[in-house]
Nanobody, 119 residues
Framework: QVQLVESGGGLVQPGGSLRLSCAASGIIPSFTVMGWYRQAPGKQRELVAT????????YANSSVKGRFTISRDNAKNTVYLQMNSLEPEDTAVYYC????????????WGQGTQVTVSS
């Protein structure tokens, strides 16, 4: 059974930093692409960044390039999103995603963690 558990969200002032974590279980890290998505109120869920099992990264949202960093620790089966220079526009629920590249190639979501950037 695959589980993704996010943590690290909260309230932060503009210009501040947060690090989100996603602890995964039931997947083989080396063969699973992990990603972070976000959904702001009234908007569609959007891809923020992905990282392959080998550590190759892709930032799909130009507004976060240079401010956000995705990383993973395969030994801990955990993926991180370091968010710096946060802006009010970054306020959203952030979701962890896992895409298996083996077996049934299923896709999984975490429950989400709220990030609020406000003074």
């Amino acid at each position: 059974q695959v589980q993704l558990v996010e943590s690290g969200g909260g309230l932060v002032q503009p210009g501040g930093s947060l690090r989100l974590s996603c602890a995964a279980s039931g997947i083989i890290p080396s063969f699973t692409v992990m990603g972070w998505y976000r959904q702001a109120p009234g908007k569609q869920r959007e891809l923020v960044a992905t990282i392959t099992g080998g550590g190759a990264t892709n930032y799909a949202n130009s507004s976060v390039k240079g401010r956000f960093t995705i990383s993973r620790d395969n030994a801990k089966n955990t993926v991180y999103l370091q968010m710096n220079s946060l802006e009010p526009e970054d306020t959203a629920v952030y979701y962890c995603n896992a895409q298996k590249s083996y077996g049934d190639r299923a896709n999984y979501w975490g429950q989400g963690t709220q990030v609020t950037v406000s003074s």
